[in-house]
Each structure stands twice: as structure tokens, then as C-alpha cells.
């Protein structure tokens, strides 16, 4: 006598095969998910980079501009605290913490599909 499952399978073979194309679209989805979650922290870190290189850059800039001068002009501050508004940003972005759990909804789904399993299993012993 075959397992109920197996029997089923053999009965419904598109069924299964269908089962195993929705895993594999979850599984696509929750990929495409922590992907992103993924490039935007790339990206933060790179807009932090390029936002530290350039506030420190333009700041150099602006301190001997104003050693040059001999004053303290305001306005040499803007393009630096630009940058470092940009910098900020993109330290935040690359510290936001990453969507987890990752791939919870197919955890879930197997869960439950092994529920469905041991219920299948459970009742193909007692009818022995």
C-alpha cells in the first residue's frame, strides 16, 4: 500500500506540479524582496561615501579660501554641509535594518504544508 501522498501525487500530478510553481514564485517574490533590501543598503553606502569624500573635500576647500581671505564667510559652509546633509542620508539608508525574517512566507507555507503531512500520515496509520 502506498503512502497517501504518494498515491495523490501519482492521481494529481498537475496538482503537484502546480504546488511546486507556486513555491517557486514565492520564493522569487521573497528573493525580489531581500534584493532590494539589499541594493538599498548598497546604495546608502555609496551615497555616504561619495557624501564624506565631498564634504571633506570642499570643506578643505573652504577653510583655506577663508585662511586666504582672512574671514569667516558663512557661505563657504553651504556646499560642505550640502554634502554632509547627503552624507547623513545615505549613512541612514545604509544602516536601515534588512526586511527579516527572510523568506518567512515560505518557511510559513512549508510549515504548514508538513502539517498537512503529518495529518495525511497520522490518518493513514489509524485506518490500518
Same mark, same amino acid.
Given at each position: 500500500?502506498?503512502?497517501?501522498?504518494?498515491?495523490?501525487?501519482?492521481?494529481?500530478?498537475?496538482?503537484?506540479?502546480?504546488?511546486?510553481?507556486?513555491?517557486?514564485?514565492?520564493?522569487?517574490?521573497e528573493v525580489a524582496e531581500a534584493g532590494r533590501s539589499v541594493v538599498t543598503r548598497a546604495i546608502g553606502g555609496a551615497i555616504a561615501l561619495l557624501g564624506?569624500?565631498?564634504?571633506? *573635500? $570642499?570643506?578643505?576647500?573652504?577653510?583655506? /579660501?577663508?585662511?586666504?581671505? *582672512?574671514?569667516?564667510? $558663512?557661505? @563657504? /559652509?553651504?556646499?560642505?554641509?550640502?554634502?554632509?546633509?547627503?552624507? @547623513?542620508?545615505?549613512?541612514? /539608508?545604509? @544602516?536601515? !535594518? !534588512?526586511?527579516?525574517?527572510?523568506?518567512? *512566507? @515560505?518557511?510559513?507555507?512549508?510549515?504548514?504544508?508538513?502539517?498537512?503531512?503529518?495529518? /495525511?500520515?497520522?490518518?493513514?496509520?489509524?485506518?490500518?
Amino acid at each position: 500500500m502506498l503512502h497517501p501522498v504518494i498515491s495523490a501525487a501519482l492521481r494529481h500530478p498537475a496538482l503537484v506540479g502546480r504546488h511546486l510553481l507556486n513555491y517557486v514564485a514565492l520564493a522569487k517574490v521573497e528573493v525580489a524582496e531581500a534584493g532590494r533590501s539589499v541594493v538599498t543598503r548598497a546604495i546608502g553606502g555609496a551615497i555616504a561615501l561619495l557624501g564624506a569624500l565631498f564634504t571633506l *573635500g $570642499w570643506g578643505g576647500v573652504a577653510v583655506m /579660501l577663508g585662511v586666504l581671505h *582672512g574671514r569667516f564667510e $558663512w557661505v @563657504l /559652509l553651504i556646499v560642505p554641509g550640502v554634502a554632509l546633509v547627503l552624507m @547623513l542620508v545615505g549613512i541612514a /539608508l545604509a @544602516l536601515r !535594518p !534588512p526586511q527579516l525574517p527572510l523568506f518567512a *512566507g @515560505l518557511k510559513n507555507q512549508a510549515a504548514e504544508d508538513m502539517q498537512v503531512l503529518h495529518a /495525511l500520515s497520522e490518518s493513514s496509520h489509524a485506518d490500518r
